[in-house]
């Protein structure tokens, strides 16, 4: 029928990608999940055994939320019997659930269109922006087959390719890594034609022991790259002379510097929230000019990153340039907003996502923008950093300089590294420390002021967004 949705999956394509046995009528499905609360109706779910958790207990949960397909390694026993099986669910048993989920995604790289273009994208800081800015800007000139949110870990890639439609013109698929010897099988996995690098940065440290250890690990991205292959890199991060200027691939670099390929020229504060960006392509006589959401340097970068891996895939770079005034940053990732506490009115700019000291220090540098809008204070809200390693007290400490920099008003921190950076901070900044981030917005609510900018950053596991709920009465 005209129109009709064409499965993903037929159970034939996961029985040759897996060699599994299925068990039941034969179904298809029209998504994938391995988080049972994702499963929508027709959807194949894929019973993962982790550290924290087996997926094989969310099994009726998955099969409740309308799931036509489950993978397992072994029959739970509610299921043993066939008489306690669904008639309507198919269930396909595999050696193993983990490594059927690389089979899976193997095949489904195989299958892709010979002439898809894919980017494979890296580094400390502005992946996931990057990734959403590329994905938002090809979505217009093709269908696009991009990682969800943060999908970045030896999960979330095979899970990302499962998922890609069989269509698609192009891939932008995140790679992330939190220990040695991670990048390089997901790279050999997606097998990009363009790779970026964001950014180095200090993170991590308790597994890698210098940046420079770093800077390898994410050089990594280049294993699933053919000799054809482009790596397009932040001419401004550290150690750039050092690791990454002799790749032997053709090289791509966006950059303040006067050497990059795409230059950054300037930033310009418009309206709330969004921001000009002048650039320069090498070896153009003129600039041009770009409107994003978005404020800070960093924000500018990870758009040149993506106009930069959209100019090397062949996209349409005038049209792409257009494209990213409707680009909106992912939520807890720098977006802008107006809040009403208690009758009084204050701008939040939400970075509660993540932190790293790079990350922060741009965070801390967008917030001295915010004043321009409407004045009022600026007020910085952190939360520790984690995986700093040894190193971590003095990655804190440093924090200060950042807020005697930019003439921060006030500070209000949690977390016991954080309790390093309260003490650090200048005498004229009114702060605020407190144990644990769900205390924080309790204890400093009462000092918060009309016109107030506030911005909440810190670690994923320090859940910021507790106080970024409390601030918007959620």
Not at 260 to 267: A, F, G, K, P, Q
Request: glycine share 8%; charged share 25%; aromatic share 8%.
């Amino acid at each position: 029928m005209l129109g009709e949705k064409l499965p993903l999956w037929t159970q034939e394509d996961i029985i040759k990608a897996t060699q599994g046995e299925a068990f039941g009528p034969s179904r298809s499905a029209y998504g994938c999940a391995i988080d049972s609360r994702e499963i929508s109706p027709d959807d194949m779910f894929i019973a993962i055994r982790g550290g924290a958790t087996d997926g094989h207990h969310y099994i009726k949960e998955a099969i409740g939320r309308g799931a036509s397909i489950i993978l397992i390694d072994h029959w739970p026993s509610d299921f043993l019997s066939p008489l306690n099986r669904p008639s309507d669910v198919s269930f396909i048993l595999v050696k193993d659930t983990f490594e059927t989920l690389w089979s899976l995604a193997r095949y489904a790289r195989a299958r892709l269109s010979p002439s898809i273009k894919i980017t494979a994208i890296t580094g400390s800081v502005g992946k996931t922006t990057t990734k959403k800015a590329l994905a938002h800007i090809l979505e217009e000139q093709g269908c696009v087959a991009a990682s969800a949110k943060s999908l970045n870990t030896k999960l979330g890639v095979p899970l990302s390719l499962i998922r890609s439609p069989k269509n698609a013109k192009y891939g932008v698929f995140e790679v992330g890594m939190s220990q040695k010897g991670e990048i390089a099988p997901l790279s050999e996995l997606i097998k990009p034609h363009v790779a970026i690098i964001t950014m180095l940065a200090p993170a991590h440290f308790e597994a890698f022991s210098s940046l420079s250890e770093i800077a390898q690990e994410k050089l990594n991205i280049v294993k699933g790259l053919p000799s054809e292959g482009i790596v397009i890199l932040n001419h401004d991060m550290p150690l750039y002379k050092e690791i990454f200027s002799d790749i032997p691939y053709q090289k791509m670099t966006f950059g303040r510097s006067e050497d990059s390929d795409l230059r950054l020229l300037n930033i310009k504060l418009l309206e709330f929230g969004f921001m000009e960006v002048t650039a320069q392509f090498k070896g153009e006589i003129s600039p041009f000019t770009y409107v994003i959401e978005g404020i800070g340097e960093h924000f500018a970068f990870n758009t040149l990153g993506a106009l930069l891996a959209a100019y090397a895939l062949g996209a349409n770079v005038e049209k792409a340039i257009q494209t990213l005034k409707t680009f909106t940053p992912e939520i807890r990732r720098g977006k802008c907003q107006v809040v009403l506490l208690d009758g009084k009115e204050m701008v939040l700019l939400d970075e509660s996502y993540n932190a790293n000291p790079t990350s922060m220090r741009a965070a801390l540098s967008a917030l001295s923008f915010l004043p321009k809008w409407k004045g009022g204070r600026m007020v910085a809200v952190l939360g520790d950093m984690l995986e700093l390693g040894e190193q971590s007290a003095k990655f804190h400490q440093e924090l200060s300089q950042e807020i005697k920099k930019h003439h921060i008003h006030a500070v209000y921190t949690c977390g016991p590294m954080m309790e390093h950076l309260h003490k650090a901070l200048p005498k004229e900044t009114q702060k605020i420390h407190v144990d644990q981030s769900q205390d924080l917005f309790k204890a400093v609510k009462t000092f918060l002021q009309e016109k107030d900018n506030i911005m909440v950053k810190g670690s994923l596991g320090m859940k910021m967004d507790k106080f970024v709920k409390g601030l918007k009465g959620e």
